[in-house]
């Protein structure tokens, strides 16, 4: 069983910054990776994804100049940088990674995603 493990999550006041990890198996290394995030509420969205032929990222547009994703192959960890958090970004955020190639726009879906990990809440408030 694969198995993705996030880390980094916690309580952070608006405006505050706060930094995601997941590690995964390295069979995985090739394949397209996310974060996504469920709000109390409401449904799973995307927030950022990264393939392996589009390093540049594709961004939710609430999160735009604020998030920043990135992935470290030597370490197979994916991380997911926030900054300039804002309540609205409270939510259990997952990662994921999934068989699909090509530009992270195109495939930042979650139905494309393979596997999950279990998801860590993190909790803007002041």
């Known amino acids: 069983q694969l198995q993705l493990v996030e880390s980094g999550g916690g309580l952070v006041q608006p405006g505050g910054s706060l930094s995601l990890s997941c590690v995964y198996p390295?069979?995985?290394?090739?394949?397209?990776k996310g974060w996504f995030r469920q709000a109390p509420g409401k449904q799973r969205e995307e927030v950022s994804c990264?393939?392996?032929?589009?390093?540049?990222?594709y961004y939710l547009d609430s999160v735009k100049g604020r998030f920043t994703i990135s992935r470290d192959n030597a370490k197979n960890t994916l991380y997911l940088q926030m900054d300039n958090l804002k309540p609205e970004d409270t939510a259990v955020y997952y990662c994921?990674?999934?068989?699909?190639?090509?530009?992270?726009?195109?495939?930042?879906?979650?139905?494309?995603?393979?596997?999950w990990g279990k998801g860590l809440l993190v909790n803007v408030s002041s």
């Open positions: 994921a990674a999934g068989s699909v190639y090509g530009a992270a726009r195109d495939l930042c879906f979650d139905y494309n995603m393979d596997y």
């Open positions: 390295p069979s995985l290394e090739y394949f397209a």
């Open positions: 990264i393939s392996s032929s589009d390093t540049s990222g």
